[in-house]
């Protein structure tokens, strides 16, 4: 290749090293971005009781997840070559934490939204809740009817393939990052975009 013959600069030639990204969506789960090939064991970790809830390893540019949803003080550590490569620790502190109260029981729903409210008040975290029954907190809790002004914001429409929806239909749709956080997306409302269940995937 007539490339081979180019005279470089070594001081340019950088080496790769992949990323880590660790997220809580529905269950911690990390991803290894990046095209340096190699093996990552990953460790999810009850910082409670010591106890590994999952372990495995993956290549670069695959991801993990553990299937426990509901709330763990998470450690992750990563391992590469035998070596710890990356850690994290689960912090809500001044993140936005989105709960949904997917039952339609108006019960359910007024028994389960001050659990919530008060997991914002341990966690020190920003809260937004989606229910069936928003009219009823609008006034008290701020943030409420998001995906409402999400519809409004779109006029009615999905963000990713732009069909109309329906207002009965908001429960089922979803609150997306337009642009990942990973690929360097902000964690504000301005990149949150609505989408039907049918653009949903994790
Ligand atoms: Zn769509």
Redesign the pocket.
Known sequence: MIYENIVRNEDNIKLSSNNVFCSFIRGPKVDINGDEQGDYYIQFIDKKTNQIKYETTIKNNCWAKCNIEYYVDWEIKVFHKNQLFHVHNFNAENKRIYIALDSKALGDTLAWLPIAVEYSKVHKCKLVVSTFHNKLFESQYPNFNIKETLLQKQNGR?Y??S?FIMKDNLHNCKLKYKIHLKNGGQNNIENVGL??P??YEF
Do not use: G, L, W, Y
């Open positions: 999905c990713a393939c069909n989408v039907c049918h653009c």
